[in-house]
């Protein structure tokens, strides 16, 4: 016994900063950013705390699947950074929704709700859980070098979550690290201790964008490929590809790469552009809410990030749609 999904919820920043605003910060321009990425705008947190946007999420998803704050059995945050160090911002989940139950925290950057999809399988497998919600939210904007016209552009506030129950839906799931800090990192930069001997590198985000570039597209269509055929199936079952949203010519490449028909990927990239660890489930909700997702329909699911990790898996929506009658 493993699970289902039951349901999903989103939490983005209010404000939307456009590529034309951008434009007037850096060196650069919306038609440079749109045929390079996809990305034509993306939400930034002004008055939201993560915590606010992870608790939104939460309850939408909870709503989304008709379970009560009190019937979780764990809940799960995939993120990079909170606002505190300790405690997690699952316990801060746990505590403004009024759940009693474990919480804790998984970070593999952009690759996060897949990990934590995983994790959260265990404790299915074990029979330890009816009840699990994941969160993954991630707020860039606070360690993006906004003078850095190279990475400043891609990333985006927001995220969303996703509440599993007891069932049968997920038919794969492969997880990957290749410990590489060269071409992706986000240092701490901050350290109190007098006796510490390095020197502290500044806390933004350091990308070789090129050579990311090059891992993702291969990520992505090993990724798909291997969950596909773990599953028992073949790329032409999948319904509907929900890839990391990072940018749209990395999911142009990887759909020419496996013969899946581009129309069959959910992309979201041009209005919120990468949104990390949110960035999957944040796409997902919207798929099961504009009812692009039928119920029985076959799901591929691939991130990729700072690790570098990947995650990739497939699963069986067997969920009502979640689209509301008119
Ligand atoms: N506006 C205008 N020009 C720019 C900009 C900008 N915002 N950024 C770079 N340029 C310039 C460069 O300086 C370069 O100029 P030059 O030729 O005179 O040197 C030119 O545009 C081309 O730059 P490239 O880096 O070659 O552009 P490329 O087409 O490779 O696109 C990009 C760069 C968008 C970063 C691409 O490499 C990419 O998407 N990489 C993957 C990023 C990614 O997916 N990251 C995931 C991170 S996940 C996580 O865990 C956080």
Known sequence: MSFSILGTGKAVP?????NDELSTMVETNDEWIKT????????????????????????????????????????ICSTMRGENITPSPACMIQKEIGADCPAFDVNAACSG???????????????????????????????????????????????????????EDLLSVNLTASGNDEV?????????????????EKAVLHMAGSEVYKFAVNAMSSGIKKAVADAGLTEADVDHVIPH?????????????????????????????????????LALDEANRSGVLKKGDIIAMCAFGAGLTTGSCVIRWSKDSSVQAE
């Not at 606070?142 to 990333?155: A, G, H, Q």
């Not at 790469?257 to 489930?281: A, E, K």
């Open 36 to 75: 390079r990425t996809g990305i034509e705008e993306r939400r930034v947190c002004r008055n939201e705390t993560l915590t606010e946007l992870t608790v939104r999420a939460a309850k939408n998803a909870l709503e989304d699947a008709g379970v009560a704050p009190s019937q979780l059995d764990l809940i």
């Open 184 to 200: 992706l990192r986000i240092p701490h930069g901050t350290n109190s201790s007098p006796f510490y001997e390095h020197e502290e």
């Open 113 to 167: 709700f897949i990990y934590a999809l995983d994790v959260a399988d265990g404790y299915f497998v074990r029979k330890k859980v009816r009840y699990v919600l994941i969160v993954s939210m991630d707020n860039l904007s606070n360690i993006i070098d906004w003078k850095d016209r190279s990475t400043c552009v891609l990333f985006g506030d927001g995220g969303a979550a996703a509440v599993l129950g007891e069932g």
């Open 245 to 281: 949203q990072a940018n749209i010519r990395i999911i142009n490449a990887s759909a020419k790469n496996l013969g899946i028909d581009r129309s069959r990927f959910f992309c979201n990239v041009s209005h919120y552009g990468n949104t990390s660890s949110g960035s999957v489930p």
């Open 14 to 18: 209010d404000y939307i900063l456009t």
